[in-house]
């Protein structure tokens, strides 16, 4: 709850929606969930699972990090553990698209993945926040080496196509011009006394010298071009060495061009909890994980397994599946307990016999819609030409965002830019009805409004779009505070012998530490059970 | 009401700001494709929501698409036979399906609505109307 503080004066409701409209959705479902709830992660160091479970079998359908998690805690208590998956492969959203990677949509549409080696996109997860504890402790557990992910960087570009004649701006421009001149404001009214509210003069003394430090502003509390100033926002000319080395001031910007941009809107995009440094990434892609995990419980996988009925009594748990490489092949498999990571979208067409609030509470919940576009160039001529090395860019334009590589800086050769990523809004649903080439094209022509080197440079693209993903049929559960007050609860009890796991069932939807949390939430429980008899 | 609709009307300090540049027509190619400028759908007609829309899961012919579950076929489907049933799906979603009504006006519910209604092999012709797309909210 502390960020709210912050933004005191300003309701959080109308806070999200500013966040909203000018930033796009995702930035404000962050928020949401970072403003709202729990801002903890709750991993509470290495489940215990004390006590024997004697011989007590459990099947675990998904292989994703929920399910892997769990399988890995579980044969290490002791229990016999098996996995369904549906896809031919693990990890499920904790996924990676390099060169020679197909992948296939509902639809049919077929892309193959043509990036070089050693580039790739991550089409669902991609960041790790530093407070993210139980995904760490797993990273460190299971030897996947992380690496900074740039999620602020000042020199990245803010953009509005209805602002500044479209050029895009320096995120350092907009945040410290506006820091600078709210300063410069309130120094004068705080000069005037006329500040409202218990600020006592000696408050009043101390916080005119914070805007002055914290502002940049000058002797006179003004906000002005000055040598001074350039300290902060950059200089027209950099100071260099010998002859003609000395620097030369910037232009700040004008406080009613910043306004009536909205660019201020992005900021948020580096000030919320979920997204302040450090964030990370695993060397080599996102699915180093889930192939940390697959290499301590892969040989517990069945893939190609599409479950079609969950069926419990007072004996076990009866899984169905069909093999999807041999249609109509219909197999069971039998346990004791089952663990169903199985996303909502799809569990809540399987007949699955449990009590009637689970089951209001498996159709009771939205995915989110998202799209992400990935982009290899010739050269990475955001680094050579405008001094970009990682983090974001947030635009008005439909691709809402473009993320440099947060790897292989300063290196001569290719590179490969998030394009496009939007979360839920109009433009998410356009760009999912597209043939995936078009995607990529118009995600080309809006990126060359920001960055024309585009045109030249461009090669070749691929795009995901999670309402077509045949393994989740959406981007993660999309909870409204309502839908969580009547169900959330519901969702996470175990039915019987059933308990289900994954984001959907956490306050962090969407985030790999929700699926973690959730995962060793729901066999901590299941545990107990089973030991108490 | 949900989460969602409060956030929408709490946008409405924030559509004041940014009214001067908030055009109204979408982005429209020849393929048909379009992008909506701001929170909510820009598409006005039934074909167009449907084609930008809808079609992202149910597909171009409206026959829907099979993976691990399903996104039903629209095209034959008896039950787009009472036209509240689409309304009121396409407002307060169903399962997973997001509620994307509420980036609809009540006039592009029932464009859409009326769309699916008479293509895709479906022939049915009492039309839903905005007012009670607007009753169904």
């Given at each position: 709850m502390q960020p709210s503080q912050y933004f005191s004066g300003m309701s959080r409701r109308n806070l999200l929606s500013l966040i909203g409209l000018t930033a796009g959705t995702a930035a404000m479902y962050q928020a949401m969930t970072s403003l709202g709830?729990?801002?903890?992660?709750?991993y509470k160091g290495p489940v215990k699972l004390e006590g024997?479970?004697?011989?007590a079998s459990v099947l675990i359908l998904g292989a994703g990090l929920a399910g892997m998690t769990a399988a890995l805690e579980l044969r290490q208590a002791g229990y016999k553990v098996k996995i369904l998956e549906y896809?031919?492969?693990?990890g499920g959203r904790n996924w990676t698209l390099r060169g020679g990677d197909t992948y296939t949509e509902l639809g049919g549409a077929t892309q193959k993945c043509d990036f070089d080696e050693g580039l790739y996109i991550n089409p669902g997860p991609w960041r790790i926040p530093y407070h993210h504890n139980g995904l760490l402790a797993y990273c460190r557990r299971l030897g996947v080496t992380l690496e900074p992910f740039q999620?602020?960087?000042?020199?990245?570009f803010l953009h509005s196509?209805?602002?500044?004649?479209?050029k895009p701006q320096r995120v350092r421009d907009i945040k410290i011009d506006f820091q600078g001149h709210v300063s410069e404001l309130l120094a004068k009214v705080a000069h005037t006394g006329?500040?409202?509210?218990?600020?006592?003069k000696e408050d009043q003394e101390m916080l005119v010298e914070a805007l002055r430090s914290w502002g940049a502003l000058?002797?006179?509390?003004a906000y002005t071009k000055s040598i001074a100033n350039s300290e902060f926002r950059g200089f027209a000319k950099d100071p260099g060495g010998g002859l003609g080395a000395a620097p030369v001031p910037s232009d700040p910007i004008a406080l009613t061009d910043i306004l009536s941009s909205g660019?201020?809107?992005?900021l948020a995009n580096f000030a919320l909890y979920e997204f302040q440094t450090t964030m990370f990434q695993p060397v080599g892609g996102i699915d180093m994980i889930g192939k940390a995990f697959t290499k301590e419980v892969g040989d517990l996988i069945t893939y190609n397994a599409k479950v079609s009925k969950i069926h419990q009594d007072d004996k076990g748990v009866t899984v169905t599946y069909e093999d999807v490489q041999k249609p109509g092949t219909m197999a069971e498999e039998k346990a004791d307990w089952c663990i169903c990571t199985i996303p909502l979208t799809i569990l809540s067409q399987i007949e699955i016999n449990v009590g009637a609030p689970m089951q209001a509470a498996i159709e009771a919940v939205p995915y989110a819609s998202s799209v992400k576009v990935g982009l290899q160039f010739k050269r990475r001529f955001w680094e050579?030409?405008?001094?970009?090395?990682?983090g974001v860019s947030y635009t008005?334009?439909?691709?809402?965002q473009i993320s440099y590589p947060?790897?292989?800086?300063?290196?001569?050769g290719k590179g490969v830019l998030l394009g496009a990523y939007t979360w839920n809004g109009p433009h998410s649903y356009e760009f999912t009805s597209m043939a995936p080439e078009e995607r990529v094209k118009r995600a080309v022509e809006y990126g060359t409004m920001i960055h024309p080197q585009y045109k030249d440079e461009f090669e070749n693209g691929i795009s995901m779009a999670w309402h077509r993903?045949?393994?989740?049929?959406?981007?993660?559960g999309d909870w409204t505070e309502e839908a969580r007050k009547e169900h959330y609860d519901n969702l996470c009890q175990i039915d019987g012998r059933i308990v289900l796991a994954g984001?959907?069932?956490?306050?962090?939807?969407?985030?790999m530490e929700g699926a973690i949390l959730s995962s060793l939430d729901a066999i901590t429980r299941l545990h107990q059970r089973v030991v108490a008899g | 009401m949900t989460q969602q609709s409060k956030l929408l009307t709490g946008q409405i300090t924030a559509a004041v700001i940014f009214a001067t540049f908030q055009a109204s027509a979408a982005l429209a190619d020849s393929a048909g494709a379009t992008f909506s400028d701001g929170?909510?759908?820009?598409?006005?007609t039934g074909q167009e929501l449907y084609a930008n829309v809808?079609?992202?899961?149910?597909?171009d012919q409206g026959q829907g698409a099979v993976g691990a579950g399903k996104y039903p076929?629209?095209?034959?489907?008896?039950?787009?036979?009472?036209?509240g049933y689409p309304v009121y799906v396409i407002l307060h979603g169903q399962k997973g399906m997001?509620?994307?009504?509420?980036?609809?006006?009540d006039d592009q519910v029932a464009a859409v609505v009326n769309y699916v209604r008479t293509n895709f092999g479906n022939d049915y012709k009492d039309p839903v109307t905005a007012e009670d797309v607007a009753g169904a909210r």
């Open positions: 709830l729990a801002v903890e992660s709750g024997d479970p004697k011989g896809n031919n492969r693990s999620q602020l960087n000042h020199n990245a196509s209805k602002a500044f004649g479209g006329k500040l409202e509210g218990g600020v006592t000058d002797k006179d509390y660019l201020w809107g992005s050579q030409d405008e001094l970009i090395f990682g008005d334009l439909p691709i809402t947060s790897t292989s800086f300063n290196t001569n993903s045949p393994f989740t049929l959406g981007c993660a984001e959907h069932a956490s306050y962090i939807p969407a985030w | 929170d909510n759908f820009s598409e006005k809808c079609q992202a899961c149910h597909m076929a629209l095209a034959k489907n008896e039950n787009l036979e009472s036209g997001p509620p994307v009504g509420s980036m609809m006006s």
